[in-house]
Nanobody
């Protein structure tokens, strides 16, 4: 079973930058998509960005042009560089992985979340 651990959440001023990292362990076969979701107080969880094993990226509309996702397939890590942060980016950020089990069955894994707070 894949286990995800996030790091990098912090308090930052509006206009600033922050980098989140997520490391996967327990990979038995392959990780397909890696990504970041976020959930603000009173709101549902939304996609921030995702990246496939081949490098194809997808971004939520609200972060396009400001956030960049990247991954290291050899190290099973995914990072999210967040620039020009806004107060509305304040949320708990969750790392996500779609992995393959030994029986080639895909399954989803979530990290425990890391808090990002942007002060205006």
């Amino acid at each position: 079973q894949v286990h995800l651990v996030e790091s990098g959440g912090d308090l930052v001023q509006a206009g600033g930058s922050l980098r989140l990292s997520c490391a996967a362990s327990g990979v038995t076969l392959k990780i397909n998509t890696l990504g970041w979701y976020r959930q603000a107080p009173g709101k549902g969880r939304e996609l921030v960005a995702s990246i496939t094993s081949g490098g194809t990226t997808t971004y939520g509309d609200s972060v396009k042009g400001r956030f960049t996702i990247s991954r290291d397939n050899a190290k099973y890590t995914v990072s999210l560089q967040m620039n020009l942060l806004k107060s509305e980016d304040t949320a708990v950020y969750y790392c996500y992985a779609n992995a393959l089990s030994r029986s080639y069955t895909p399954y989803d894994v979530w990290g425990q979340g890391t808090q990002v707070t942007v002060s205006s």
